[in-house]
């Protein structure tokens, strides 16, 4: 039978915002734990993804823990996924991309695996993921959790921590701390640009799309 826990307070919308003003890799200067393994990378560039996490737990090939989610998720969830010990059964794809983009889904995290990453890339739909492969899980029995304490990436996530994800990782962040650090890491950005923008210029070159 799959746990269900009880339904969780989101991350605030403002804070949300806020934070697409930053990157993991700026929080990284300011703190040393949070981050998922490195080995879970976005599945196309440029992925990137902020929001509250909906934590998912499945077993390897039986993923009725993920259809389970989709009959509670919220919009601008990330789905937060740790899939078991085999990494040859994928959990998520093109089909459940489409779910995911109609029920207003803010992103994915596997820890584990994921199929049609060029389908998700043409969707626009930010997928991070620790292998791609082409074998698919499937609904088999009532294994799992959902909304309940996950390990992914070796980091502890509960529902309602704030997920935020670019091409430099994942970090998870319990709100309150995440409320505590946000005026830093803006101020930091901030500075990130002047100092970006006075090194074109030098140049005479203009700012490079990828910090657009």
């Known amino acids: 039978m799959i746990q269900v826990g009880p339904d969780f307070e989101r991350v605030d919308r403002s804070l949300v915002e806020a934070y697409r003003g930053t990157t993991p890799a700026t929080v990284g200067h300011v703190l040393h734990h949070g981050f998922a393994d490195p080995a879970i990378r976005p599945v196309y560039r440029g992925a990137r993804l902020v ?82 492969t082409p074998m698919v899980g499937r609904r088999t029995g009532e294994n799992g959790s959902v909304r309940l304490p996950v390990t992914v990436g070796g980091v502890q996530v509960n529902p309602g921590d704030l997920v935020l994800a670019d091409y430099n990782g994942v970090v998870f962040l319990n709100p309150l701390e995440a409320a505590q650090i946000i005026d830093e890491l803006l101020e930091k950005e901030r500075k990130e640009v002047e100092l970006r923008e006075a090194f074109w210029r030098e140049r005479g070159e203009p700012v490079p799309v990828i910090y657009g």
Do not use: H, N, W
Request: glycine content about 10%; overall charge negative.
């Open 51 to 132: 929001g509250s996490a909906f934590t998912v737990q499945i077993e390897s090939s039986d993923i009725a823990g993920i259809s389970k989610a989709y009959e509670l998720v919220q919009p601008g969830d990330v789905l937060v996924v740790a899939s078991g010990r085999d990494p040859r059964f994928a959990c998520a794809g093109e089909m459940s991309t489409f779910k995911s983009i109609r029920l207003g889904l803010a992103g994915l995290v596997v820890d584990g695996s994921v199929t049609d990453a060029l389908e998700m890339e043409i969707m626009k739909f930010p997928c991070f993921a620790r292998y791609i």
